[in-house]
């Protein structure tokens, strides 16, 4: 028997939290890495260099490698032989407190994500509690801890599906993943888990996401049981549709696959599957009665060099004084630099700006649009001298519903987040004239550092979701719809899922 004092559990989940918010596990690391090295499409390969730099640059400043820090999930396996050395808290008040301190941590503060009351005011809780805690009874006298920090753009693409028993789940999941856009930010990880109930899929999905990556050593040694089989099929399959890092269509979409299965029901094939973002963010530890755990940093020498520069003739742009007719000539898939002002707003902004409108109330005081681009943002707070926290970009299909009347109504001439835009806002982009930019989703410590100023104008008391007013200087966005409507989440894919056919058949050829 060994007995687990409750400080080192909470002083273990709080360190653990805080190494993962800046520390990409190594393994992740390598792996986009050599996909960096192996692409060809040039777009997805200044992705990944944005990505890799930015990794590097969390790990040196100690600082958020995405300003979504993520839901905390926990899987806690404690020793049938366990004693605690108090008892007046629960595992899950252990996890919440122990979360609540690494979020709150004034050297490096997360941002508070979660909103209690979901179906209803959705209030942020902030302090990020509480946690997702998974906990199982096993053998031994020791807790073992898996923690991650599970981005919301990456978690809202989970799929789950009841298939029949003959069903082949490579054809799911091949055909599933277009559906998915690039919301969940590629390249990452796929983790499919199969049988038991439905909702234990869903849980097997997400434990096979704390695995490092290593589907190039299952390759090499040949794949031996039937989840391996299954980890190589999918992995093929799902890099062949050319989807590509952040879906502007590529080589490598996913670094690995993983599977776990149980057994099910004759009658059931329970599959879900849940996509792992650039920000993969997991750390393992066991409690063995000696002390709290002591997660080995890495060093910064294991990061690649890698470095991006803009070509010459890249074409900079001052926000300041731009207009409509400047943004006409902008081609799908260009990089541009962008300088000067613009205001923030996402999901909470959006909403109350259309509120607003439509109660013939314009906008609110300190909020002019008129030729002004708005970026897709909820920062870290600051700290130190910095002006602003990781700031990267949301998920920009959110804000669909709300592009056609911010267009129609604000004078606003452009857009800036990250992932695909729905057919429909498309079509009001063209319509308007507009522009979509991209900024790279996973690279938020990179981004920050391009803004040189930052100041709430407006709705101040939605914390991260306020609207601010950021000068940026020389910030990298790629053209993601020009205002012809040409869209480079459809046109990127298709160009490479049609390369990579040729160069399979020439392969066999
Ligand atoms: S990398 Fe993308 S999906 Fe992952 S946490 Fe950041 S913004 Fe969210």
Not at 192 to 215: N, Q, R, Y
Request: hydrophobic share 40%.
């Amino acid at each position: 028997m060994s007995i687990i004092r409750q400080q080192d559990f909470i002083d273990s989940i709080e360190d653990a939290l805080q190494f993962i918010s800046y520390y990409h596990p190594l393994d992740y690391v390598k792996a986009v890495e050599k996909a960096y090295h192996k692409e060809e499409s040039q777009a997805a390969k200044d992705a990944m260099a944005q990505i890799l730099i930015n990794s590097r640059m969390s790990a040196e400043g100690r600082r958020p490698l995405c300003q979504d820090t993520g839901i905390v999930t926990c899987f806690v396996k404690v020793g049938m032989g366990v004693q605690w050395d108090k008892t007046d808290l629960t595992v899950q008040e252990m996890v919440d407190e122990g979360t609540r301190r690494a979020y709150l941590n004034p050297d490096n503060p997360l941002r508070a994500s979660i909103v209690a009351d979901p179906a209803g005011t959705r209030k942020n809780t902030r302090d990020n509690t509480p946690s997702v805690v998974h906990l199982d009874m096993v053998k031994g006298d020791k807790v073992e801890v898996m923690t991650a920090a599970k981005g919301g753009g990456s978690e809202n693409k989970s799929k789950m599906v009841m298939l029949n028993p003959s069903d082949d789940i490579a054809d799911w999941v091949v055909k599933t993943l277009p559906t998915m856009g690039a919301g969940w930010c590629p390249p990452g990880m796929l983790g499919i888990g199969i049988g038991g109930t439905a909702e234990k899929a869903a849980v097997l999905a997400k434990e096979s996401l704390m695995d490092p990556v290593d589907i190039h050593e299952l390759i090499e040694r040949g794949p031996e049981t039937t989840e391996e089989k299954l980890r190589v099929d999918i992995f093929n399959k799902v890099n062949a549709l050319g989807i590509g890092a952040q879906g502007l269509g590529g080589l490598t979409t996913v670094v690995d696959v993983k599977v776990m299965s149980l057994p099910t029901h004759a009658a059931s094939k329970p599959v879900a599957m849940i996509p792992n973002c650039a920000a993969t963010r997991h750390a393992h530890f066991t409690l063995d009665g000696s002390g709290p755990a002591n997660l080995k940093a890495p060093k910064l020498e294991d990061w690649p060099e890698v470095t991006w520069e803009v070509g010459a003739d890249t074409r900079r742009v001052n926000l300041n004084t731009i207009t409509k007719e400047d943004i006409q000539d902008w081609k799908v898939g260009e990089t541009v630099l962008l300088s000067g002002k613009m205001l923030t707003g996402r999901d909470a902004a959006h909403k109350r700006i259309q509120t607003m409108l439509q109660n013939g109330e314009g906008l609110p005081d300190g909020v002019d649009l008129t030729n002004k681009f708005i970026y897709y943002v909820g920062p870290v707070d600051a700290v130190g001298d910095e002006v602003v926290g990781p700031a990267g970009p949301t998920t920009a299909t959110r804000m669909d519903k709300f592009t056609d009347i911010m267009l129609e109504e604000t004078g606003l001439i452009g857009m800036i987040g990250k992932a695909e835009r729905g057919t429909a806002t498309v079509e009001s982009i063209a319509k308007h004239k507009s522009v979509y930019l991209m900024a790279v989703g996973g690279a938020a410590y990179l981004v920050s550092k391009a803004i040189k100023n930052a100041k709430v104008v407006a709705f101040e008391d939605l914390g991260m979701e306020a609207i601010y007013e950021f000068d940026v200087e020389d910030m990298p966005v790629t053209v993601a719809v020009d205002s012809t409507g040409a869209n480079a989440h459809q046109t990127g894919p298709a160009i490479w899922k049609a390369k990579i056919e040729e160069l399979d058949a020439a392969l066999k050829a």
